[in-house]
């Protein structure tokens, strides 16, 4: 029973100290954990807390005042404490007390198997160092170590808060890199609810995205899904409902009542898709962008996504920023000047690069700039020194106007993709007949509506499926990936495929579950499964099936950043072949007229054009026109659509030379001065290979029921058929296939990657070390000198602080090893011999009979251990303050250093960088011990003396 004032443990967050009940409603409970700054909903049935309670004989302390327990009173349910003439009421105790029960356990010789407590003694040092890496709530995530994206991650995970713009050309992995940043924050708690915007299509993606790569279960909300809680609740918001939550504008802008609480409700981080969408001038903004103002204004992290390069629209880009920090951005034609001026910086950057001098307008320019700075004044004298190069550009990356709020990377320059290679198959139009025309046209039509209806599809006469299997046949040791628009084409595909071709087939669409369409992609990638994979439009959105090259394009998207989309499942970093795009298309169909656009007037199958999209703004009418006109064989057609393919080939140069021209090449250098910028990629290089982990993951959850069976090809199958509990995710369908390798998990995306930050990992160690079992022990070790008889105490270090300052960054949870003996001097040089270790399963010791001699030993012996475990936590404690003085000193005077040469390092951000080091060197001194194993050591003879 659950009654305000009672206190509580968390038995999976122990960290946390002493919670108190505020207040108990229906089947809920609400605990405060004061010390730590965290307040923690719980169902009352299945919350996993224990009752604080002690015992006479025990210490409490409160009130400043600290006493063995006599006796313990019970009043209205709360309990009261007595000994040493005072008295404590459990309201009174501090957050801090000792609550292990390990020496109990012990002394009245209810033990566990020593293989237990070496489990659970390595689950603590591994967890320790899981949660100290950079990479802690990343390690599981189903992602390639390509390093732009750990650098955009590493550097804004140091933010506090991140306030960034993601500005990435198509294909570099926006969607990831903000993927990461949350995952991040959510891991370290620096944010626990989080709202993501998107444009309706994008919405499923998103999901799906952030599930399989990030195992983070977002809720879609929509008026439905509000409708059912209001009805369960009609007082409360239902946006409070859910942690994480995805929405689209769309459902928003409908309902301006749901717009209203979706301001009300609390959130630490917005992130906002497509964010080029937003309208804003001087004058007026759109809904959509006034909606992400007031947001914006009250969330402390805001991550907006767009590809749309700044060139195309400087005062919709400066709209961004402004989003982010409007007392920075707050004046258009300041920043258009701005702007204009780095036009010229990135001149001088191209020539300090190349090792060119500069001329006297630029060293001007630069005196100017440097003005207060002698040093580097003087180093203008000679700028083709490599030295004085380095230099220069270093402050010009330091003194850059939005560096630190956006981060631009270029195909470009980051390099290591595949190049593209159209292969045309057209077919002759005289060999078609007029009813398959007309269904061409249809298709066509069909194809470029947003939906997309349903139509009535038959291709067992279309000439494009014998085309299909000819180039099957072709290339027959080769993989395919179709992509088209809809589910009702892949399933008209594989029914004339059916009778005309004897290839493996696989489907995918959005029609099938999301088990069912990953067996299907898991069977395409197997080397002697399916040749061709048939996906609909589902299957461009974010999947990687690199491991093949060929890509077919069946029909084609009116949006050329939909066309990029699907090129990119295959052209991506990594990919080790050349990319083959097969173009199937009747001449003068309308399909043969969108891909002429597409390729004589933006060049889409040869390179990714960062102006698709206002290239289809300002020609995606007319084309739509042309390409029926054509097909429908009106006069004048060809040279109309010759006119308009010259039209838009001339303004895609105008514009590409107007991108390459206003590149803002000090932004794209800018990440690589951060003190952040490796810290990600690092931590995975050190973490990725160690296969003592993996074995340990493995006996971890054998401890609960689960055979690990091997099946070859660094696939591990995880049998739950004797589970023990109810506890552990991932198993309610049964037997799970998983990897210990990242590669394999890339290219299986079915497969879940196993780390310490994975659900399931996570899981099964907080189990087992929330519980009781194997933190006591007995054993005998037959290498020990004649009577001798140790004790073994495992403390751990624990800082109870604000999960959002991340104080396990510099002092996880920290095991402690002490061993005594009877004389009660450390042995600090021991460990159990191996032979000890191997004999333990066989031996069987009643510890019961030898409570006795246990009642004596243990508890002088226990209390000089503690009294080690004191002086050593006290050097880690030490050690931490340490790193983190230095660690946030150094972040701090890089801050104020750059606030004196560049306006985007804003006050609010060094206040925050200043209260994070405040509370951290106030919290870190105050890390308590707790007592959280213990293990009695004898030699061979020593039970027979007793």
């Given amino acids: 029973m659950f009654v305000p004032g ?297 991550i907006l996504l767009t590809a749309t390069p700044e060139q195309l629209g400087r005062s919709g880009h400066f709209a961004r920023l402004r989003l982010l920090d409007p007392q920075r951005y707050h004046d258009l034609d300041g920043y258009l000047a701005e702007a204009d001026s780095f036009q010229n910086l990135s001149r001088m950057t191209d020539a300090l690069l190349d090792g060119e001098s500069l001329d006297a307008e630029q060293r001007a320019m630069l005196a100017d700039a440097f003005r207060n700075d002698e040093a580097l004044t003087a180093r203008l004298a000679d700028t083709t020194k490599p030295e004085n190069a380095r230099e220069i550009l270093a402050a010009l990356i330091d003194r850059h106007g939005t560096g630190r709020s956006m981060f631009r990377n270029r195909r470009a320059g980051i390099g290591g993709f595949p190049k593209r290679l159209p292969v045309w198959h057209l077919l002759d139009a005289d060999n078609v007949d007029d009813n398959t025309r007309q269904m061409l046209l249809a298709e066509f039509h069909a194809d470029i509506q947003q939906p997309s209806p349903v139509l009535e599809l038959d291709y067992a006469n279309d000439p494009r499926v014998d085309a299909l299997v000819e180039l099957l046949q072709e290339h027959a040791q080769d993989k395919f990936l179709l992509i088209c628009r809809s589910q009702a084409k892949v399933l008209a595909l594989e029914e004339a495929l059916r009778t005309k071709s004897g290839v493996g087939v696989a489907r995918f669409h959005e029609g099938l579950g999301i088990v069912q369409r990953d067996r299907n992609a898991a069977y395409f990638a197997q080397p002697d499964g399916a040749r061709l994979l048939l996906c609909s439009e589902i299957g461009s959105e974010g999947r990687n099936f690199q491991f093949a090259h060929r890509l077919v394009l069946w029909d084609l998207p009116l949006d050329p950043d939909l066309l990029e989309q699907r090129i990119g499942r295959l052209d991506r970093i990594g990919q080790k072949h050349d990319i083959s795009i097969h173009i199937l298309a009747v001449t003068d169909s309308a399909q043969h007229v969108l891909a002429r656009w597409y390729d004589q007037g933006i060049d889409a199958f040869r390179s990714s054009p960062s102006d698709g999209r206002e290239l289809l703004r300002r020609y995606g009418e007319s084309l739509a026109r042309l390409a029926d006109e054509h097909a429908r064989g009106s006069d004048g057609r060809d040279q109309e659509l010759d006119a308009l393919i010259a039209e838009t080939r001339a303004s895609h140069e105008e514009m590409a030379e107007l991108i390459r021209a206003g590149r803002d090449h000090l932004l794209e250098l800018a990440s690589s001065r951060d003190p952040h910028a490796d810290d990600l990629h690092s931590a995975f290089t050190r973490e990725d290979n160690d296969p003592a982990r993996d074995a340990f993951v493995q006996r971890l959850l054998e401890q609960y029921g689960i055979h690990a069976e091997d099946l070859g090809s660094k696939v591990v199958l995880l049998d739950p058929q004797y589970l023990s509990t109810d506890a552990l995710p991932g198993f309610a369908e049964g037997p799970q296939s998983v990897t210990f390798d990242r590669d394999v998990a890339l290219a299986r995306e079915e497969l879940p990657l196993l780390r310490f930050d994975h659900p399931m990992v996570a899981a099964a160690l907080d189990l087992a070390l929330s519980g009781e079992q194997g933190n006591a022990a007995f054993m005998v070790d037959d290498v020990l000198p004649p009577r001798s008889a140790l004790l073994q105490a495992v403390f751990l270090l624990e800082c109870v602080a604000d999960r959002k300052l991340d104080p396990e960054r510099f002092l996880p949870t920290s095991p402690i090893v002490v061993t005594i003996d009877t004389r009660l001097a450390e042995r600090a040089d021991f460990e159990p011999s191996d032979i000890a270790l191997r004999k333990a399963a066989d031996r069987n010791i009643e510890v019961a009979r030898y409570r006795k001699f246990l009642t004596k030993l243990v508890p002088p012996m226990l209390e000089k251990a503690e009294v080690v475990a004191g002086q050593r936590g006290q050097a880690l404690i030490d050690d931490a303050v340490a790193l983190a003085t230095d660690t946030l000193d150094a972040d701090l005077s890089r801050l104020l250093s750059l606030r004196a040469v560049n306006p985007s390092i804003s006050e609010a951000e060094i206040a925050a960088v200043s209260e994070e080091r405040s509370a951290l060197l106030a919290a870190l001194p105050l890390s308590r011990l707790r007592l959280d194993a213990v293990r009695f050591v004898v030699s061979a003879d020593f039970l027979a003396l007793r």
């Fill in 6 to 302: 009672q206190r509580w443990i968390s038995t999976a967050e122990p960290e946390l100290g002493l919670g108190t009940v505020l207040r108990v409603e229906g089947r809920g409970v609400q605990v405060l954990f004061a010390k730590a700054g965290v307040l923690r909903p719980y169902a009352v049935d299945s919350a996993p807390l224990v009752r604080a309670e002690f015992r006479a004989g025990q210490r409490v302390a409160g009130k400043g005042i600290a006493f063995l327990v006599e006796r313990v009173e019970i009043k209205e349910e709360l309990l009261i404490y007595r000994g040493e003439g005072r008295e404590l009421h459990e309201g009174q105790l501090d957050d801090e007390q000792s609550v292990s029960q390990a020496d109990d356990r012990l002394v009245g010789g209810r033990t566990d198997p020593i293989s237990q407590f070496e489990l659970r003694l390595e689950g603590l040092r591994r967890r320790a160092a899981a949660r100290r890496s950079p990479s802690w709530g990343l390690g599981a995530a189903r992602i390639g170590l390509v390093p732009h994206q750990l650098r955009v991650a590493g550097i804004a995970a140091s933010r506090r808060p991140p306030r960034i713009l993601l500005a990435d050309e198509v294909g570099l992995g926006k969607t990831i890199e903000a993927g990461m940043i949350l995952a991040r924050q959510l891991a370290t708690g620096r944010a626990q609810r989080v709202l993501i915007l998107l444009p309706d299509t994008l919405v499923y993606q998103w999901f799906v995205e952030l599930f399989r790569r990030f195992n983070l279960s977002f809720a879609i909300y929509d008026e439905e899904r509000c409708e059912a809680l209001e009805q369960s609740d009609s007082t409360s918001n239902p946006f409070e409902d859910e942690q994480l939550v995805i929405a689209d504008f769309s459902f928003l802008e409908q309902s301006p009542k749901r717009a209203e609480q979706l301001l009300q409700a609390p959130w630490d981080l917005l992130v906002v898709d497509e964010a080029h969408h937003l309208a804003w001038s001087p004058d007026t903004a759109s809904p959509r962008y006034t909606l992400v103002e007031k947001l914006a204004a009250v969330t402390p992290g805001v």
